[in-house]
Nanobody, 117 residues
Framework: VQLVESGGGLVQPGGSLRLSCVAS??????????MRWYRQAPGKERELVAA????????NYTDSVKGRFTISRDTAKNTVYLQMNSLKPEDTAVYYC?????????WGQGTQVTVSS
């Protein structure tokens, strides 16, 4: 299983980015799974940003991104997305996608998001 993130970059405060996480060797059908996006800023611990279970489709977000970030998936493309709007400097971090099915969890390599004027 391989997860590859993309879509990061440098954006001004108030701007938007959409991160993508393409999964190979992992099908978004069949047994239930959980999709998550984490982030890690310099000198800080990795933080769970958003999560969604494949069965209920009800996402959960950390308080600091509620109303600004949206997690979604495209099962046909085996891709998980994180739409990030109204970005703030404190959103600057490396963003990682994570997919877990039963006891197996998989991580991407991360994509850098920098919010700065």
């Amino acid at each position: 299983v391989q997860l590859v993130e993309s879509g990061g970059g440098l954006v001004q405060p108030g701007g938007s980015l959409r991160l993508s996480c393409v999964a190979s060797g992992f099908t978004f059908s069949g047994y239930a799974y959980v999709m998550r996006w984490y982030r890690q800023a310099p000198g800080k611990e990795r933080e769970l940003v958003a999560a969604m279970h494949s069965n209920d489709g009800n996402p959960n977000y950390t308080d600091s991104v509620k109303g600004r970030f949206t997690i979604s998936r495209d099962t046909a493309k085996n891709t998980v997305y994180l739409q990030m709007n109204s970005l703030k400097p404190e959103d600057t971090a490396v963003y990682y996608c994570n997919v877990q099915r039963r006891f197996a969890a998989y991580w991407g390599q991360g994509t850098q998001v920098t919010v700065s004027s």
